[in-house]
């Protein structure tokens, strides 16, 4: 068994008595959406602006994790570029559009940590939801394998 195949194997089997499953996949896609716009709207010294307008902490942010994708697995790491190029997208756009990035940014990561709470395993409280934050860019991975598995692509 490789290190990614043991990654994806110990995450699955800490998520594999979920209460909602859809609830729970729908909150943390929230969840990572939420916290990558508050990146996006948090103030940015003068060198990122000079470097380029669309560098700040949540492009880094997704720039970092595109990375680690790639050093995860190549097969999730091209499957989830169109995730991580929408979720800019979606925040360029609130970055330049009449809409308040940073209130749907706060207003999506609130619904999707009260949805992790409902839709992970009983018991686990606020040390599972903790753990969830902790882990919510590995779960779009970990989802993305799920379905590769299902449709027989190597992981």
């Known amino acids: 068994m490789s290190d990614n195949d043991g990654w994806l194997e110990r995450f699955d089997e800490s998520h594999r008595q979920l209460t909602l499953p859809g609830l ?3 909150s943390v896609l ?3 959406t939420g916290t990558v716009g508050l990146l ?3 103030p940015i010294p003068d060198e990122f ?3 380029s307008p669309l560098l700040n902490w949540g492009s880094a942010f997704l720039m970092t994790a595109a990375v680690y994708y790639f050093i995860i697995s ?3 790491a091209i499957g989830l570029l169109p995730f991580v190029v929408a979720l800019a997208a979606v925040h360029l756009w609130l970055s330049t559009s009449a809409w308040s990035g940073l209130r749907i940014s706060l207003s999506l990561l609130v619904v999707g940590i009260v949805g992790i ?3 992970q395993q009983r018991g686990s409280g606020i040390r599972g939801i903790l753990r969830d934050l902790q882990h919510m860019m ?4 970990w989802m993305l394998s799920l379905l590769y598995r299902r449709i027989g692509i190597p992981v």
């Open 117 to 119: 709470a409902i839709g």
């Open 74 to 76: 190549l097969s999730l």
């Open 138 to 141: 590995i779960a779009p991975a």
């Open 24 to 26: 729970y996949s729908v």
């Open 30 to 32: 929230m969840v990572v």
């Open 49 to 51: 602006h000079s470097i």
């Open 40 to 42: 996006w709207s948090a």
